[in-house]
């Protein structure tokens, strides 16, 4: 609370918006699926398709988000963003119709792609020499609400879906207005090239491009608490205990970042040198992948009860803690070095296509780790495993490769906060 007390207001604000807006949202989405399959009736492939339009309209628009963002102003799409988000929950709320569903799921994924390069650009930009602190909390209260949604959820549930999604879009609502009312205007500069030649920027940056590929896994890895870790957690369980399982996953790994996060960037940003402390987080990443199938058989009980459960879990629960720290270490610096890149340029536009990318990333990542887990076998067998760890380790000798080849931006060069004039993205003063 005390480096949050700190920062600029405008940080502060995207801060509490962030949290928010994760309570908002995952009070919603866990319970969709149920939503679709057992009151709409539909299949489990159009329950598919309907959520992966939803990430495809997030992860594949980005780069537009980002992009608006440098050239209508941060408030504006931010604000946009929400406005939308709230619509699409609405629609959740009175459709009953696969077309409607539809539409809902592209409107509220559509929304992400425009707030969330925004608001990454515009906490980059205001927070200046303490963008890594700025983004270890942005992790702690995008944690803390993740949290804290599904029960928020669990209690709206019982009254209806439609209830659960008044409430989701009346938050969106609400936080609509107050990014609009409380965010700072700043007049946008009458853009000197077109959007083509923005995209060429940042697309013929070499240094960046390398730096992106180099951390790429991070997004797919991370993402495997929600498939490999899960799948091992279950397969480990005794029967009848596997959602137990899961959810205690998902507990331990939240109450990891949000106990850890301030505290392990505190101590790498002593340094200014980040390479390091980036290389470290990826191959401490890698290394969690390691834990269960390590410990397979020296957790392997006779018995089906809870304290066999909780035996058999515990490498699944210490290797999504390890995840977790890894995690800490290198994602607030490589989101720091994506405002660096972009140097008060093109700040959106940079953030929107190295998210674009490790979505694709992601997407690529977690269907060859599910073919692999077809072709072994078994979650918790070591091809798997060697595959996520391999992939982490890597990452991390690219990030020192880049790092002694001097191609990452140095922190001691980040821009200070300034009020006067425009550090944040700029904004038109009329609405968007």
Do not use: K
């Not at 696969?98 to 906490?123: D, E, H, S, Y």
């Not at 077109?194 to 180099?214: E, I, K, M």
């Not at 959810?247 to 109450?255: P, R």
């Amino acid at each position: 609370m005390r480096e949050f007390a700190t920062l600029p207001w405008a940080v502060r604000l995207l801060l509490m918006n962030h949290l928010v807006g994760h309570i908002g949202f995952y009070l919603l989405v866990p319970f969709l699926a149920d939503y679709l399959l057992d009151d709409l009736a539909l299949s489990a492939a159009v329950v598919g398709v309907v959520l992966g339009v939803r990430n495809l309209s997030q992860q594949g628009l980005f780069l537009v988000g980002g992009s608006a963002a440098d050239r209508l102003g941060a408030r504006g799409v931010i604000t946009a963003g929400l406005a939308i988000r709230a619509i699409g929950f609405a629609l959740f709320a009175i459709g009953g119709s696969l077309p409607v569903v539809l539409a809902a799921a592209v409107l509220t994924g559509f929304a992400g792609a425009l707030f969330n390069p925004a608001v990454r650009a515009l906490i980059a930009r205001d927070s200046g020499t303490r963008s890594a602190q700025a983004f270890a909390l942005f992790a702690v209260f995008g944690n803390a609400g993740a949290a804290i949604g599904p029960v928020v959820g669990t209690v709206l549930i019982a009254a209806g879906f439609r209830m659960s999604a008044v409430v989701a879009a009346a938050i969106f609502a609400v936080l609509a207005v107050l990014q609009w009312a409380l965010l700072p205007v700043r007049p946008v500069p009458t853009p000197t090239a077109g959007l083509g030649a923005d995209f060429a920027t940042v697309f013929t940056d070499r240094r960046f491009w390398a730096f992106a590929l180099a951390l790429m896994p991070m997004f797919a890895l991370q993402s495997q608490i929600y498939f490999l870790f899960t799948l091992q957690a279950q397969d480990s369980a005794a029967p009848g205990h596997g959602p137990a399982a899961v959810a205690a996953l998902f507990v331990v790994e939240t109450i990891a970042v949000v106990a850890l996060q301030v505290r392990v960037t505190a101590r790498l940003a002593r340094s200014p040198r980040r390479g390091p402390a980036m290389a470290l987080g990826m191959a401490v990443i890698g290394i969690a992948f390691l834990i269960p199938p390590a410990c397979t058989g020296l957790t392997s009980t006779g018995g089906n009860g809870l304290a066999d459960t909780m035996i058999r879990v515990a490498p699944v629960v210490l290797a999504a803690i390890v995840l977790a720290l890894g995690v800490t270490a290198a994602q607030p610096f490589v989101n720091e070095a994506i405002g660096r890149f972009a140097a008060d340029r093109l700040t959106g536009t940079y953030f929107g296509a190295f998210y674009l990318a490790s979505g694709l990333c992601t997407v690529a990542g977690t269907a060859l780790t599910g073919a692999v887990l077809d072709r072994t076998g078994g979650a918790l067998s070591w091809p798997p495993a060697l595959l996520c760890a391999g992939a982490g380790l890597t990452s991390a000798a690219a990030v020192l490769a880049l790092h002694r080849r001097n191609m990452l931006p140095a922190a001691e060069s980040a821009p200070s906060p300034d009020t006067s004039h425009s550090t944040a993205p700029s904004e038109r003063s009329a609405p968007r």
